[in-house]
C-alpha cells in the first residue's frame, strides 16, 4: 500500500510517500519567516500553509517517481497543533481523497513522533519507553502495544524546546533556540554554574522547565551584560545540562518503574547530542538499549505520519471525511 502522509500541524510543511518498506521521499519546507519573530505567529503559519502545501505534496510525488493516482490512502496530522495549520494540512488531504477516491486517517502528531523511530530502526518492537521532546511537547509515554499508549509525564508549563527557545530568545542567538545553544554549549562549562533541576515530588515523571528559564534571567541579570558575554557559551552549556539531567533521570526511572529495557527518543530535542550522549551511558549502566530517529525524522516531518497511517490503513481503520482539527489532541 503506498501512503503519502502530510503534516501541518506547527510551522514546517510536510509530505512523505512509505510504502511498507521505505519512506520513498520526504519533503519539508520549514518556514522561514518566523525567525524574525523569535517564535511561531499562527495566522502567518498557516497562511504559508496554504501556499506551499500543494507544491511540497507534488515534490513528494515527484521525488518518489509516483503520479498521484498511485498513491493507495492519505495519512494527516489532525492534532494536536495550531488549528489553522491543521485545518490546511486536512483540507489538502480530503480534496486529495475525494478526488482519487481513496481512504483517509487522522494522525495524532505525537504518535506520530513515536512512529519515527521505526522509520529508522524497522525492527523495533513494541513494550519499549519513549521520551517525547519537542517544542510544544514534553512527555514520556510506555508504548505497551502500537496504538495503546500510557502517558508516564508531561510538562506541567514549557515543553522542553520551548525552554531552549525562550533561553536562546534571552541570549539573543536566534530561533530556534534548540540548535544554536547546542553549538554554543559545545564550548562551553556544564560546571560553571549549577541551575535548579525541577524533579518535582518524589516519584513524579511529570517536568516543569519554567522555572528554569527564570533562574537563567536571573543569572544574566544578576552577572550583568559584560559577563554574560564573556560566559555565554557557560551558561549555554550549564543550562542544557540542567534540561538533560531532568529528562534522562526521569526517563530511566519511568523504564525502570515499567521493568522495560529499550529506551527511543523522539522529537526535535532528540536531536541534541548532549542528550543523545547522556541517555546512552545512563542507560548502559541500567542494561538499557538507548536509539533515536536520524535528524530529519526527529523534527517535524510528514515520513512518521506516512507510517503510523499505513499502519491503520493496512488494517482497514480510516477517518471519516468530516474529520476536523482537534488542537489539544492528546495521546
Ligand atoms: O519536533 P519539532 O520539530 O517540532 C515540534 O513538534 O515542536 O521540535 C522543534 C523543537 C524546537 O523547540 C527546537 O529548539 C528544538 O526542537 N530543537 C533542539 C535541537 N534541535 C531542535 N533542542 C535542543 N537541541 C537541538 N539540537
Ligand atoms: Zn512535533
Redesign the pocket.
Known sequence: MIVLGIET??D?TCAAIYDGRALLSSVISTQLIHQRFGGVVPELASRSHVQLVLPVVRQALNQAGLERKELQGIAVTFGPGLAGSLLVGLSMAKGMALSLRIPIVGIN?LEG?IWANTLSDPDLASRFIVLI?????TQIVFVREWGDYEVLGRTRDD????A??KV?KLLEVGY????A??KLAREGDSEYTRFPRAFLEEGSLDFSFSGLKTAVLNHVQTIGSEQTRKHFSDIAASF?RAVIDVLVEKTVTAAKRMGIHRICM????A???A?QEHMTRRGREEGMAISWPIPEL???NGGMIARAGFYYLQQGITSPLSLSPAPSLNL
Open positions: 500541524s506547527c514546517d502528531h513522533h521532546a519537542s517544542g510544544g511537547h515543553a522542553a524546546g520551548e531552549f527557545d536562546g530556534p533556540g534548540g540548535p545553544i547546542e542544557q523522539a522529537g526535535g530535542v536531536v541534541n547530542k542528550l526527529c523534527t517535524d
